[in-house]
């Protein structure tokens, strides 16, 4: 095991280095010269070839683009991200309180979904095709076709305008996590309890529970011994969803105005902060691949036969 | 053909293209089914109520929201039937490359988009949207770019069961050209496969560049788009909470048929039927790869 954890640790190391340099690379296939975007960002009035030439040779554009990166990426390692064109502020300042946030939805969001999902997806299974299961079925398919930001809204409308329950945006007290949560679970928890369900139903047939029935086990020995089995593909399926998670909030963070990670790379996007979107992409790419490799090895952990495969 | 027999069995798969064809139609001949000009302001129609010249009544500008429902159709789902087209189209070109010849040809590609796929899709999307700008366009240029890696491998696996099948070795023998046999015999078996994944992400795609324009990332104003029109509406929900009714119904009505349509097309097209007595095969089809927004 140790030695495939090693393996598979330094497999991520090219895919990181590549990531890296596409994130730098975007940058580069801007179509306006980035000199141009900050002294418009900074509302300059009267942008002259001096000028951005100027900004150019303080921003080291004109150098190799290669030693650009590598600088870059040696920044990037003491997770300087250099400085917001917009305000001036270092990145990291703007990224971390607001990464730290969007971290929090998601980690709350992620636990209801796996609880959520294994439940619904193990009753689904162990009533395949009954009243249940197509009902539960029926309402997750309408449901994971639903808007999530149109959800948001209808919530927002009813709970917190009618009603007066919850606060409708921010992020003050533990009520104001009731909703976007609620929003964010209904959406995924339609998906993945399918997968649950799934593997749930692929084992139900298997050699060891015909063996286990014909050997006169009780029921429900046999289905922990199906369950022990098929949420192996559950953890995996789990590891994959919570980097998507958290590069996903985005649509529900601008409905709710939570102060996360998605509010500010669109806040970003339409002022063409570069530093700021450039961060946003590589510290997300950076925990997806970091996800996947988890999920391959609590994936190994469970089965010695991946093991073998690198 | 015999797919297609299967799908008409299937009420809810048939009902759910029927759906689809008359959402295409629509908004191709959005001009002729338009009751009104989607872009006509009409301040003393403000916020009406709907009636027989406006069946879904007017939005905050007096604009008729059916008019700018169907013209909605053409960037919402056409355009990006269209990208999923193209995306499909690049994928499906790598796949069957990698597939068919193995090798080198298959490492070097399939190398390639491992390290597409290792970036989050999303994320990506709005990312290239960040850095070409905001606007639809930019928008299909990033599913574009992102897709194709997934597709791409999913072909492959496809391709590469059948490539190994005896037929194909007989073809081979019998000297006919690699083109002729991708064409002849290897695309139309694994275009079950293709149809189901396209037809599957074809429910996000809708859902995300709906979500991109509610962002105000999309098309821009005065163009009608159902994103949009939900995020126009947003501004005014407090007072007028009808208004996020018609747009959001009709993606949900477009996202459950498609999602019908990839679950029926799943069944009808089940390779286990079409060579029966065969193990049933494991396709990365089954894979998770859903990015809801």
Known sequence: MGSYIAKRLLLSVPILLMISFLTFLLINLSPMDPAEVVLRAQEVPEITEELIAKTREELGLNQPFLKQYADWVMACLQLDFGESYV?????????????????????????????????????????????????????????????????????????????????????????????????????????????????????????????????????????????????????SIFCMAIPIILGSTVVIENVFAWPGLGRLSVKSILSRDFPVIQAYVLILAVAFVLFNTLSDMINAAFNPKLRKEI | MRALKNLSRDKLASLSLFIIAAIVILGLFAPVFAPHDPNHVDMKLRYAGSSWAYWFGNDHLGRCILSRLIYGIRPSILWVLAALLASVGVGAAVGFLAGYFRGKTDAILMRICDIMLSFPGYVMTLAVVGILGAGLENILIAFVAMKWAWFARVIRTSVQQYAEMDYVKFSKAAGISNRRIILKHIVPVTFSDIAVIASGSMCSMILQISGLSFLGLGIKAPHAEWGMMLNEAREVMFSHPELMLAPGLAIVIAVSAFNFLADGLQVALDPKRMNSGKQPRVTEVEKPNVEYA
């Not at chain 1, 990224?95 to 939805?105: G, Q, Y």
């Not at chain 1, 339609?190 to 029935?213: A, P």
């Open chain 1, 87 to 235: 305000t001036g502020q270092s990145v990291w300042s703007l990224i971390s309180p607001a990464f730290l946030n969007t971290l929090k939805l998601t980690l709350v969001s992620s636990i209801i979904i796996i609880v959520m999902s294994v439940i619904l997806g193990v009753v689904c299974a162990l009533n395949e095709g009954n009243m249940l299961d197509r009902s539960v079925r029926g309402v997750s398919f309408f449901l994971t076709a639903m808007p999530s930001y149109w959800l948001a809204s209808i919530m927002i409308w009813y709970f917190s305008v009618r009603l007066d329950l919850l606060p409708t945006s921010g992020m003050d007290s533990y009520r104001s996590y009731i909703l976007p949560v609620t929003v964010i679970s209904v959406s995924y928890v339609g998906i993945y309890f399918r997968n649950v369900r799934s593997s749930m139903l692929g084992q139900l047939h298997e050699d060891y529970v015909v063996y286990g029935r014909a050997c006169g086990l009780p029921e429900r020995k046999i289905t922990k011994h199906i369950l022990r089995n098929s949420l192996q593909v559950a953890v």
